[in-house]
């Protein structure tokens, strides 16, 4: 079940108050994957943040491509869906934030201390890596496949491997 969290609810922007221009409509919601999410119309669909203005109409009625939305990215988009790199000039959805991948560039979406993340998830080996896409953890499918992902080799000699 998708969690609803209407805007003006809440002083926190990241729940959605002042999201839009005028306050019109926007709210946030978490999807099924425990991210950061847009609610559509009907109530009940909750789309990731990073499918928002990204020329697909994922909910029923488009409001998810919604022109005044999305004409002026990111001012133009709601406050909840939007995460800033450590260089502000730079942003990324709020659902790409603590994903295991380097978003911004500069690990600033992954690592503190711009970002607080929680450690490593099942499928992760925690390592000072060495692969650009990543920042403090590799995809446990890396470790012990005979390449280097981490600088201290952690995942080719520690790591238990997928």
């Not at 839009?20 to 119309?41: D, K, M, S």
């Not at 934030?97 to 490593?120: F, I, M, R």
Request: net charge negative; with cysteine; glycine share 10%.
């Amino acid at each position: 079940m998708n969690k609803i969290f209407p805007q003006g609810d809440s002083d926190d922007s990241a729940a959605g108050t002042n999201a839009l221009p005028r306050g019109e409509g926007a709210q946030t919601c978490v999807t099924l994957t425990n991210r950061t999410g847009f609610l559509c119309h009907d109530q009940r669909s909750c789309i990731p943040a990073s499918r928002v203005c990204d020329g697909v109409r994922t909910c029923a009625h488009g409001e998810d491509e919604d022109e005044t939305m999305c004409r002026d990215m990111p001012q133009s988009l709601p406050s909840f869906l939007v995460a800033r790199c450590g260089d502000p000039s730079f942003w990324i959805y709020s659902d790409q934030k603590c994903d295991g991948t380097n978003n911004c560039g500069d690990c600033s979406d992954e690592l503190s201390p711009v970002t607080t993340c929680p450690p490593c998830g099942p499928g992760w080996w925690r390592c000072p890596s060495t692969v650009f896409g990543y920042c403090g953890c590799i995809p446990r499918s890396l470790c012990r496949d005979h390449t280097q992902h981490c600088s201290d080799w952690s995942d080719e000699y520690s790591c238990p491997g997928p």
